[in-house]
């Protein structure tokens, strides 16, 4: 029995099987617009570090 899974564009159940080429997507079209929404940057993934202060940088404390 395949795993179905949630399109996460569109939110259409896709089958989780290696017939599926778009997977975790229910097609290229789904895949592409999530691809454009990464480039566009309105996808992101949180920086939980705090921001450095100029006067405090020191090259050798990030190598």
């Not at 617009?33 to 992101?44: F, V």
């Amino acid at each position: 029995m395949a795993k179905i899974v949630t399109c996460p564009q569109c939110g259409k159940l896709v089958e989780w099987v290696p017939e599926q080429q778009w997977r975790p997507f229910c097609s290229e079209r789904c895949k592409l617009i999530d691809l454009g929404d990464w480039a566009a940057e309105n996808h992101r993934i949180p920086d939980k570090s705090p921001p450095i202060d100029i006067d405090d940088y020191n090259p050798s404390d990030y190598h």
